[in-house]
């Protein structure tokens, strides 16, 4: 397998021989088996990565809280047309687990100025939310509810199982599917995670957004989550924003996505129902996202593209999808935030061995 997939590690070495990558993790399962899994370059200086090395990886974790929230449907604990305030007393915006899951419940940003400081406060951020007006009736639009996301799937999942979403995801589906990823984490896995770096020193300012867009305020409440001595420092690794903060190898990645792809079974053990994956994987919202400013097919919890893949990318470079028509599962896990350009040319690289 190595030799018919010698040209994605090709590829892979290249980028690091390059520069354009200085540490990463690259996972690959192909009908069903992994083909490719492989490190590089440093987790710090110094240091290098290792198979067991963590690193945030952005918005590729919605997907990944959003199947937390699945689980508890497919379990028949709550239902995806529920009102959200259903389960949530006191939660002011009309909107529906559905709406919330698919980025159009209208709360994509938290509504009040809070400090750096306010991601370890779990209370404080959904007590904002629950209070808050949507910026637009839930259901009309989609605006990706870039650090929102995970506080109202998560609380949602709190509210219906007594459990956090990291507790929920540890014991629930990293556990059984054997999956190196977590929210939250405790200081041994601290002790494991790559130090997340400027790709360039332009890279911050280059993804702000215009001041008072929707964007900066999506992304700049509460401030602190492209600075790096607050993404690598343990209050924001102990903490649990599930939409963004993530901390995983790229074969877990890669391994939860190829579980998806096969209906949700994973090595004999079943987490969810084929009904539910067919449900969660196909597009439930195709139109204009306020937020990316571009059409975006959401599913309940990723992208649905147009070759039929699904899965999320995260600002600075790490992604998971699964591609069905082609048959693989692809993440890609790296501490170099730049654009997506390495991850293109790892694609290119994949699609000429298959």
């Not at 240091?47 to 067991?52: A, K």
């Not at 599917?177 to 200081?187: A, I, Q, S, V, Y």
Request: net charge negative.
């Amino acid at each position: 397998m190595r030799t018919r997939f010698a040209a994605v590690h090709d590829c892979f070495a290249g980028l690091l021989a390059e520069g354009r990558e200085t540490g990463a993790g690259l996972a690959i399962w192909y009908d069903g088996e992994p083909v490719v899994d492989v490190v590089g370059g440093e987790r710090s200086p110094g240091r290098p990565w290792l198979p067991d090395t963590l690193v945030n990886v952005y918005s590729a974790a919605k997907p990944v809280a959003a199947l937390c929230l699945l689980a508890l449907v497919d379990r028949g604990r709550l239902d995806l047309d529920d009102p959200v305030a259903d389960h949530w007393p006191g939660f002011r915006a009309p909107a529906t687990v559905r709406q919330v899951l698919t980025h159009t419940a209208g709360l994509p940003a938290f509504p009040v100025p809070r400090p750096a400081a306010a991601v370890a406060d779990w209370d404080l951020l959904c007590a904002d939310l629950a209070g808050a007006e949507p910026e637009w009736p839930p259901g009309s639009v989609a605006g990706e509810h870039a650090w929102t996301y995970g506080h109202l799937v998560g609380e949602l999942v709190r509210r219906v199982d007594g459990r956090s979403v990291g507790r929920f995801l540890a014991e629930e589906i990293a556990g059984p599917w054997r999956l190196d990823l977590g929210f939250g984490l405790g200081e041994a896995d601290q002790r494991r995670c790559a130090e997340l770096r400027y790709g360039d020193p332009g890279w911050p300012e280059r993804v702000a957004g215009e001041p008072g867009s929707l964007w900066a305020r999506a992304l700049d409440n509460p401030p602190g989550g492209r600075d790096l001595s607050v993404v690598n420092g343990p209050l924001w690794r102990g903490a649990e924003v599930p939409a963004v903060n993530l901390h995983s190898t790229a074969g877990a990645l890669a391994r939860l996505h190829a579980g998806l792809l096969a209906g949700g079974v994973l090595d004999g053990v079943r987490l969810f129902s084929r009904e539910l994956v067919a449900e969660a994987t196909r597009v439930q919202y195709d139109g204009d996202d306020l937020l990316l400013g571009r059409r975006t097919r959401w599913t309940l919890g990723m992208q649905w593209e147009e070759d039929g893949s699904w899965g999320m990318g995260g600002i600075g470079g790490s992604s998971a999808w699964a591609d069905p028509g082609r048959g693989y599962t692809f993440a890609y896990a790296t501490s170099h935030l730049a654009d997506h350009d390495r991850v293109d040319a790892l694609v290119d690289a994949l699609h000429s061995c298959l």
